[in-house]
């Protein structure tokens, strides 16, 4: 089992889509396919259950993605050692994703290289954008894009928003709910405060004044006294415990996250760690 598959396997399963790994990692998806199936030719085994919506692991493909992705970090580190590559890491993140996603991935690479140097930059996704053009960082996350052409944006997943607030119940309905209410949001440059403007437009309601915050946390409290209402992510909300919360409509339910780099940049062996280490929690979350 070379190196290849092993990262073809474990794309297909953090994205759950055998296509979107083919365009991940630059393959023909028939391709692609005939690597999944080659891999469980190999093990003997119904790694992956296909379906019209995508493909989700077996519990013997749990146990190999797992696997998988222990021998790819250790690949890494034994790259980041032979080539003796310096123990630095440049990178940016969106305020909102932070927490555990990315608290686990320093984690454990501080564990793999004691001497990390780590340079560390939060804001908007205009911001962290404007930071990796200027060099300032190597490689960030994102949520959504403003689509530089002068950036490599590479999907990592999708995020399902919600909106969140106070006294939500079953029967709540999202126009009359979000009616004249205040926005909380994290920055005046926030992708979300872009995606609630849209959905007001578009759905004819009036909305109240825009509140700036500059921590989830704090937002996410802040919603729940009533001060306003708030879009997040599903993650988020589940991870403060919210409550209730209403599921944005359609044409704004789902907002790509990205890795993001200058284009042509060339990731190093620990970039490439963070990367996997990245998706794995945001995986496993």
Not at 117 to 125: A, E, F, N, P, R
Not at 148 to 175: A, C, D, F, P, S
Not at 180 to 197: E, R, T
Not at 259 to 285: A, C, G, V, W
Request: net charge neutral; proline share 2%; charged share 20%.
């Amino acid at each position: 089992m070379d190196i290849e598959n092993m990262k073809a396997f474990v794309s297909v399963a953090e994205l759950n889509s055998i296509s979107a790994a083919a365009v991940k990692l630059n393959h023909l998806q028939s391709n692609m396919t005939a690597k999944m199936k080659k891999i469980e030719a190999h093990y003997g085994q119904e790694l992956l259950i296909r379906s019209s919506k995508g493909v989700q692991l077996t519990k013997e493909g749990e146990v190999l993605y797992q696997q998988f992705k222990k021998m790819l970090l250790l690949w890494e580190e034994t790259e980041n050692k032979m080539k003796k590559y310096d123990p630095v890491l440049r990178i940016g993140t969106m305020i909102s994703v932070g927490g555990r996603q990315l608290a686990g991935s320093l984690s454990t690479l501080y564990q793999m290289h004691p001497n990390l140097s780590v340079t560390l930059k939060t804001g908007s996704t205009e911001y962290i954008e404007e930071q990796l053009l200027l060099g300032n960082i190597d490689i960030a996350h994102a949520i959504g894009s403003m689509g530089n052409k002068n950036i490599h944006y590479e999907q990592l997943g999708v995020e399902e928003m919600v909106i969140i607030g106070e006294g939500i119940g079953e029967n709540t309905r999202l126009e009359e709910y979000i009616e004249g209410k205040s926005v909380l949001i994290l920055s005046d440059k926030c992708l979300y405060l872009s995606i609630l403007n849209n959905m007001f437009a578009d759905m004819n309601i009036t909305r109240g004044e825009t509140i700036e915050v500059g921590d989830i946390q704090t937002l996410v409290q802040l919603a729940s006294i009533g001060m306003g209402i708030s879009l997040v992510s599903k993650r988020v909300a589940k991870r403060f415990k919210t409550g209730p919360y209403l599921e944005a409509p359609p044409s704004y339910r789902y907002v790509n996250t990205y890795m993001i780099t200058r284009l042509h940049h060339q990731l190093t062996p620990i970039e490439k760690q963070f990367r996997e280490l990245s998706q794995s929690l945001m995986y496993n979350d």
